[in-house]
């Protein structure tokens, strides 16, 4: 297995909640794909479910060298986990083709969250 990059994020769940009740639906469906929207709200207390998800997408553009430039979009990267499955960091669109230039075919992907906060870490690999 080849490592083409690797990012970590760290995000406040009080402050994820207070973006929630701010922006509501707005601020969602700019950055969640509908599964992950869902996924989220399925849970007694989707904050930090939702705070996972973005620490996971901040850390999946530092595995690609790119933040939010180059043309990547929040919706291009998206966290998807099967039941009895560990997450993943599913690319499409232009973070996609980022990643495949680097040299990553997928991206593994941890995340935790306690407290108040929640944690992901992302790494571009290829098989």
Do not use: N
Not at 37 to 54: G, K, L, N, T
Not at 105 to 126: F, I, K, N, P, W
């Amino acid at each position: 297995m080849t490592i083409a990059g690797i990012g970590v994020d760290l995000v406040s769940i009080p402050r994820m909640r207070e973006m929630i009740d701010r922006w509501q639906d707005r601020f969602l469906r700019r950055v969640f794909t509908e599964g992950e929207i869902a996924y989220c709200r399925a849970r007694s207390d989707p904050a930090p479910h939702f705070a996972a998800r973005f620490a996971a997408k901040e850390a999946g553009f530092k595995a690609l060298g790119t933040g939010l430039q180059l043309g990547v979009r929040w919706r291009e990267l998206e966290v998807r986990r099967e039941r009895t499955q560990a997450p993943t960091l599913v690319l499409s669109g232009r973070s996609r083709e980022i990643g495949l230039g680097k040299g990553g075919s997928r991206m593994l992907l941890s995340l935790t969250h306690e407290g108040d906060y929640a944690l992901a870490q992302a790494m571009l690999v290829d098989d």
